[in-house]
């Protein structure tokens, strides 16, 4: 069982700054995934679910599923990145 742990989660404004600048786009047709290499060996995630995709119900929704696919695949990914998905209006 993979869980999903408080310092795994990228929340502070200072974590984002210094993530979206070294990270690279990846487009999809429903998600847009950023991922940046870091020297950390911690993985940092975040789920970002815009306005555009509706009421607070439903981007509550929508970053829970997301959630859920990375916790299922975590083991997949190496350890020393961060990603960052952000949904599209698609999804």
Sequence with gaps: MYLLK?????????????????AKPFDGQHLRLYIS?????????????GKYIGNAVTRNYCKRQL???????????????????ISKKSL
């Design 6 to 22: 408080k310092d795994q989660i990228l929340r502070k404004k200072s974590e984002f700054d210094s993530f979206f600048k070294t």
């Design 37 to 49: 290499k870091q020297k950390e060996k911690t993985q940092k995630v975040a789920f970002i679910c």
């Design 67 to 85: 959630r859920e696919v990375y916790r299922k695949n975590k083991d997949l990914c190496d350890n020393n990145i961060d990603i960052a998905f």
